[in-house]
């Protein structure tokens, strides 16, 4: 009974908070991890998705603290909270499993997961809800797979044969059930994005080794964050059914100017902002 404002802006605040102080924690990085989280992370899961928004955010700030100290009880007790928010959340309890496993086997399997959301998967169109329902779009698709590539070679080239570190195994295994429900946006989509946050942790990380390809990493994630910018403020364009608007006129109305809605979409907006 509080009304939809009132609810978006507690749950835009509380993630905002929760997600500063994991940055604060974890990040190398600060500004170099927020122009990595802002493009996808932040426009289509925490401004769209709210309650799966929601679940990453907790999962960050809370989950990432548990499994750093290895309080595993805690840990299985906030999974089954955040499937009460998600179900996508389920997949949460999968990471003391992951962890068991090595970041070149993971990347292996990453990889391998490519073959089966190809072939295998997609005959499973019809059994199990969702899967088949739409194909992944080409622009995410080449963005998640070039990531991983240049993610993956740059880790690998740095640490070679160690047992790398958690975030990684978690980013690979992610990167792994995209690939691997490949015939399915929607599947493929929220499961990756469980994990695909974490890149706004490796990313710094990475460019703080100093190596030759450093500069590699620097221009490919700063050339992706502004043109990934752009593409999800298409897609806000779009999907809110605004008229003649595109990213570089973009209105950005907002709760202090709700009325001016009226003026971009071609069919008035449903949502009563009084």
């Not at 194909?135 to 080449?142: E, P």
């Not at 160690?162 to 059930?177: A, I, N, P, S, V």
Request: overall charge positive.
């Amino acid at each position: 009974g509080v009304g939809f404002v009132l609810f978006v802006f507690s749950i835009s605040l509380a993630e905002m908070i929760m997600i500063w102080s994991f940055l604060r924690r974890c990040s190398a990085n600060i500004a170099v991890s927020i122009m990595v989280f802002i493009p996808i992370t932040l426009i289509i899961y925490f401004c769209n998705l709210l309650r799966q928004g929601l679940a990453m955010t907790v999962f960050l700030c809370y989950g990432t603290r548990f499994i750093e100290h290895k309080k595993w009880g805690k840990y299985l007790i906030m999974c089954l909270l955040l499937t009460m928010i998600h179900t996508v959340s389920l997949i949460y309890f999968c990471v003391p499993i992951v962890l068991k496993f090595y970041v070149n086997s993971i990347i292996i399997g990453a990889c391998l997961c490519i073959i089966l959301g190809l072939y295998l998967v997609p005959t499973l169109s019809g059994i199990v809800p969702y899967v088949g329902d739409d194909k992944v779009r080409f622009i995410a698709l080449t963005e998640r797979v070039v990531s991983f590539l240049v993610i993956s070679t740059v880790y690998h080239s740095l640490y070679r044969n160690r047992g790398g570190t958690w975030w990684m195994k978690l980013y690979c295994f992610g990167t792994g059930l995209y690939f691997l429900f490949l015939s399915s946006s929607l599947v493929s989509s929220r499961l990756a994005a469980c994990f695909k946050s974490l890149e706004m942790i490796i990313v710094p990380q990475l460019m703080t080794r100093k190596s030759r390809y450093r500069l590699l990493l620097v221009m490919y994630f700063f050339v992706l964050s502004v043109v990934m910018f752009f593409h999800s403020i298409y897609g806000e364009a779009v999907n809110g059914g605004y008229a003649d608007i595109n990213p570089m006129n973009y209105p950005y109305v907002s709760i202090f100017n709700a009325r001016d809605i009226y003026n971009y979409r071609v069919t008035a907006p449903v949502v009563d902002f009084e």
